[in-house]
Nanobody, 124 residues
Framework: EVQLVESGGGLVQAGGSLRLSCAAS????????MGWFRQAPGEQRQGVAL???????RYADSVKGRFTISKDNAKNTLYLQMNSLEPEDTASYYC??????????????????WGQGIQVTVSS
């Protein structure tokens, strides 16, 4: 059974940092394209960052220079380091896994598996 379980969310003040983790199981984590998405109430789910099986990365313009995606294949875990957080970053954050990195990378249709989501709230 495929599982993606996010952790590390919470409430933080603007300018602060959080690190999200996503523990993966039930598939060959190292071979998959992994992404982070977020969704605020009333809005569409949007791509935040991508990391390919070889380690290449992509970021949404809104988070470039502030967020860093990484993974540990030995631990089957995906990470999202979020620095200089802004109130606009408030959303539910989801990790996702796709069998290949389709383009454009931020389209949800490329991802087969999704976590349940975790809340990140940034206060001003």
């Amino acid at each position: 059974e495929v599982q993606l379980v996010e952790s590390g969310g919470g409430l933080v003040q603007a300018g602060g940092s959080l690190r999200l983790s996503c523990a993966a199981s039930g598939f060959t984590f190292s071979s998959y394209c992994m992404g982070w998405f977020r969704q605020a109430p009333g809005e569409q789910r949007q791509g935040v960052a991508l990391i390919g099986s070889g380690g290449s990365t992509r970021y949404a313009d809104s988070v470039k220079g502030r967020f860093t995606i990484s993974k540990d294949n030995a631990k089957n875990t995906l990470y999202l380091q979020m620095n200089s957080l802004e109130p606009e970053d408030t959303a539910s954050y989801y990790c996702a896994a796709g069998g290949f990195c389709g383009m454009p990378w931020y389209e949800t249709r490329w991802y087969n598996y999704w976590g349940q989501g975790i809340q990140v709230t940034v206060s001003s």
